[in-house]
């Protein structure tokens, strides 16, 4: 996948050069920034799927958004809210159905912890399914 990075440049002492601000990994699911203050460069790598499924998405679909926010430095602040209300929906969506479904609500009173943790895993895949076409893949 792609390699996006800021056109704001700083003189990294340790490589010797000019190195860019922020710079986007879409294929490590990993932005980097390089910190003027400490003349560090400061790495983060997201593990969800969903985020690593965005990326891509995005990238083939609308890099300029990409770029633009990578080149304003918003990249980290825009993953993480993703990350955060793509995680609150399917919690969310499946509390719901966890309240509403009666072979789940069966199961609770029967103390039967393999039949929740079944449907529970079932109703997550369903909320995923339903969250990702409204949140991932824009």
């Not at 390089?34 to 985020?51: A, G, V």
Request: charged share 25%.
């Amino acid at each position: 996948m792609s390699r996006y990075k800021s056109e704001q440049t700083a003189y990294n002492p340790q490589k010797k050069k000019n190195v860019p601000i922020w710079r986007l990994d879409t294929n490590t699911v990993t932005v980097t920034h390089f910190n003027t203050d400490t003349l560090t460069e400061e790495s983060k790598s997201y593990h969800t799927d969903y985020i690593r499924y965005h990326l891509h998405y995005s990238d083939s679909k609308c890099p300029d958004r990409l770029r633009r926010l990578v080149n304003e430095g918003w990249i980290i602040q825009y993953l993480a809210e993703l990350e955060l209300k793509v995680g609150e929906a399917i919690s969310r969506q499946v509390e719901i159905w966890k309240q509403s479904d009666s072979c789940y609500q069966t199961a609770v009173l029967s103390g039967d912890a393999e039949k929740m943790l079944g449907l529970e895993n079932c109703f997550i895949s369903m909320a995923r399914e339903s969250i990702f076409e409204c949140m991932i893949y824009i």
